[in-house]
């Protein structure tokens, strides 16, 4: 079973920056997507962004465009999610996610893989 890790989440002050990861244990496919979702207190899993990791440029979700940046690490697979100008409304669970395929799709119930989330707070 492939897992999916997420590390890097932490308190930062509103403005200001961080970096999350994502590391899938194995391959989850041939052909897959990886995304990255967020959780926010009493609110519904929303999209962040995601990749098609054979190739393709990120895809966000209109919140955070211009603002985080999606990357493929080569070596193993591992995604990165840099933020930046960070917001309290960013504040939430960061949750890594796996499909296979190529669509970029913003659903959750359309990722397969989980991880278990690594908790953002951004402070005014």
């Known amino acids: 079973q492939v897992q999916l890790v997420e590390s890097g989440g932490g308190l930062v002050q509103a403005g200001g920056s961080l970096s999350l990861s994502c590391a899938a244990s194995?391959?989850?496919?041939?052909?897959?997507?990886m995304g990255w979702f967020r959780q926010a207190p009493g609110k519904e899993r929303e999209f962040v962004g995601g990749i098609r990791w054979n190739g393709g440029s990120p895809e966000y979700a209109d919140s955070v465009k211009g603002r985080f940046t999606i990357s493929r690490v080569s070596n193993g697979i591992q995604m990165n999610l840099q933020m930046s100008s960070l917001r309290p409304e960013d504040t939430a669970i960061y949750y890594c996610?796996?499909?296979?395929?190529?669509?970029?799709?913003?659903?959750?119930?359309?990722?397969?893989?989980w991880g278990r989330g690594t908790q953002v707070t951004v402070s005014s």
């Open positions: 996610a796996s499909r296979l395929g190529t669509a970029v799709i913003s659903r959750p119930s359309g990722y397969t893989l």
């Open positions: 194995s391959r989850p496919g041939s052909i897959f997507v």
